[in-house]
């Protein structure tokens, strides 16, 4: 699905990312772990065009990707989760879903003072749509609640559900499980192995949480020093002396 080739991201002369390669794989649910600063965050904002590399080049099954701008790469399903903005925070869960797709009729004056019905319509099916994505994650009875007064957890739920209001392939998910508790966790971990196999997203995760990582993720990705260090199952990861290494030497 992605092929990242001998990509490099420097800040001045700092090598955050110093040409790594690596594939994530069709139906996959990748992990991405490392030390802090080995450069995954970096990586994650490149792929996903939040910032430009300095060479290398990243596709997308088969297509040149490298560079594009977040809302190109939108609409050809590749998404990166952001934590929910403060401008998000005072509109209520359902809402936040509801403005995802974007490019509603209702956006020009034309059609607001025209085209009526058809407006209503579509607000029906977006709200249906939006009702749906929050039965599937289990928080529907938190559909009217203001986003801002979620916990952690449920926010990373709602981000999650952001990705299923529109037709998402691959999904770059950073720290999900960080500072969430267990029973949300579990909730997550549910939900995403359910979109991977009842929806055929592809996943690629940053994480920390090893138990979490092992449950889910196959194959796993250690990074450090900005490369690629090493790559295969969690048990292979664990037991890679380059792992151990660069872990021992933060
Ligand atoms: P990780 O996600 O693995 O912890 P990051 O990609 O966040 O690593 O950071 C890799 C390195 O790049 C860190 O040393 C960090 O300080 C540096 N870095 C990240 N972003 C910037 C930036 N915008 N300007 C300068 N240095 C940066």
Not at 171 to 197: H, M, P, S, Y
Not at 218 to 226: S, T, Y
């Amino acid at each position: 699905m992605i092929a990242v080739e001998n990509l490099h991201k420097h800040f001045g002369g700092f090598h955050a990312v110093d040409g790594a390669s690596l594939s994530i794989g069709d139906g996959t649910i990748t992990g991405l772990i490392g030390p802090n600063g080995a450069g995954k965050t970096t990586l994650f904002n490149v792929i996903a065009g939040v910032l430009k590399p300095t060479s290398g080049r990243v596709s997308m099954a088969g297509e040149d990707i490298t560079g594009l701008p977040p809302h190109e790469l939108f609409h050809k399903g590749l998404l990166r989760t952001f934590q929910i903005a403060h401008e998000f925070s005072s509109m209520t869960v359902r809402e936040n879903l509801m403005v995802v797709p974007g490019a509603q009729s209702g956006e020009t004056l034309w059609n607001a003072w025209f085209r009526r019905a058809l407006i209503a319509q579509e607000e029906r099916m977006l709200v249906k749509k939006a009702d749906e994505v929050l039965e599937f994650l289990t928080i529907d009875h938190l559909a009217d609640e203001k986003a801002g007064n979620l916990s952690g957890g449920q926010k990373k739920l709602l981000e999650l559900g952001r990705t299923m209001m529109v037709d998402a392939r691959i999904v770059f998910l950073d720290e999900v499980g960080a500072g969430v508790n267990r029973t949300l966790l579990n909730t997550i971990g549910d939900a995403i192995q359910r979109l991977n196999v009842e929806r055929g997203y592809t996943f690629c995760m940053i994480e920390h949480d090893m138990d979490f990582i092992g449950r889910l993720c196959d194959p796993v990705i250690c990074m450090a020093e900005g490369k690629v260090l090493a790559e295969g199952t969690i048990a292979q990861i664990k037991a890679n002396e380059a792992v151990i290494e660069a872990y021992l030497g933060t």
